[in-house]
Nanobody, 122 residues
Framework: VQLQASGGGLVQAGGSLRLSCAASGRTFGGYGWFRQAPGEEREFVGAFRRMGSRIYIADSVKGRFTISRDNAKNTLYLEMNSLKPEDTAVYYC??????????????????WGQGTLVTVSS
């Protein structure tokens, strides 16, 4: 199983980026995005659960970030708009079979991508 995250970079505040996470090996019950800023704990950003094709977005980014998935490509996307300097972090994608109560926890996912750095300048 491999998760390949891409799409990070440097963007000005107010700008947009789209992150991609290509998964290989198998299809999972859930896919998530987490982020970790320097000196901070890993934070849930959003998730896609195959059962019902449900999308979950953290309150901290709701209204600015959205998640989508291309099943044919087995790829998860994180569309980030109206970026703020506090969104600066390494963004990780994850895959697993989380139960609903663990959809927003890192323990709910077994496989992790390598992370992609997003830097938002003010």
């Amino acid at each position: 199983v491999q998760l390949q995250a891409s799409g990070g970079g440097l963007v000005q505040a107010g700008g947009s980026l789209r992150l991609s996470c290509a998964a290989s090996g198998r299809t999972f019950g859930g896919y998530g995005w987490f982020r970790q800023a320097p000196g901070e704990e890993r934070e849930f950003v959003g998730a896609f659960r195959r059962m019902g094709s449900r999308i979950y977005i953290a309150d901290s980014v709701k209204g600015r970030f959205t998640i989508s998935r291309d099943n044919a490509k087995n790829t998860l996307y994180l569309e980030m708009n109206s970026l703020k300097p506090e969104d600066t972090a390494v963004y990780y994608c994850a895959a697993g079979d989380p139960i609903l109560s663990s959809i927003s926890t890192w323990e709910g996912y077994r496989y992790w991508g390598q992370g992609t750095l997003v830097t938002v300048s003010s």
